[in-house]
């Protein structure tokens, strides 16, 4: 996620797009020459959403994750000592 993020701001920095912009300038491409044959996986990530912008902000997501590493870190640690 922070390497998205960095990587998106860079972009937004060189060329002026955001995020929005820059998929916005993609269309012709997904509509005039990817061809949904040959790609089928490709084809169904796509359908299910998986380039759509997230529905909230970016740090409760984050929040979410890093609680999940957390706990897994205590986890381990207790399997450790016991």
């Known amino acids: 996620m922070a390497r998205g993020a960095i ?3 860079r972009d937004r920095e060189n060329t ?3 995020r929005g912009a820059y998929w ?3 269309n012709s ?3 005039d020459w990817f061809d949904v044959e040959r790609y089928p996986t490709m084809t ?3 359908e299910a959403g998986a380039f ?3 529905d909230g902000p970016f740090e409760p ?6 609680d999940s590493i957390e706990l ?3 986890k381990a640690r207790e399997s450790r000592t016991s």
């Open 7 to 9: 990587a998106e701001n």
């Open 16 to 18: 002026g797009l955001d």
């Open 24 to 26: 916005m300038s993609m």
């Open 29 to 31: 491409f997904w509509e």
């Open 44 to 46: 169904r990530v796509w």
């Open 52 to 54: 759509d912008e997230p």
């Open 61 to 66: 997501s984050l929040e979410r994750l890093l």
């Open 72 to 74: 897994t870190l205590e």
